[in-house]
């Protein structure tokens, strides 16, 4: 796999995991303190990543409203 590649499948498993830490802080109200990490340019990243992460997070709760005849709410 070219270097294409590897930068796609990294990016890929980042959004993956910011993904499962918006559906955590959704479920049980944990989140990443960012602000424990001391450089800026990390912080900045972080939240960037993790924003992201909220936003495809979003959109697939979205998706999965339109179509209710696939996907049913469930009362906790």
Same mark, same amino acid.
């Given at each position: 796999m070219g270097l294409i590649g590897?930068?796609?499948h990294a990016?890929?498993?980042?959004?993956? &995991?910011a993904v499962c830490l918006a559906? #955590?802080?959704r479920s049980t109200g944990l989140t990443l303190r960012i602000g424990y990490f001391e450089n800026k340019n990390?912080?900045?990243v972080?939240?960037? &990543?993790?924003?992201?992460?909220?936003? #495809?997070?979003?959109?697939?709760a979205a998706f999965m409203a339109g179509y209710p005849?696939?996907?049913?709410?469930?009362?906790?």
């Open positions: 590897t930068l796609t990016s890929f498993d980042i959004m993956l &995991i559906g #955590i802080r990390y912080r900045s972080l939240g960037f &990543i993790v924003g992201a992460g909220e936003n #495809i997070f979003d959109v697939a005849s696939i996907f049913r709410r469930q009362d906790p």
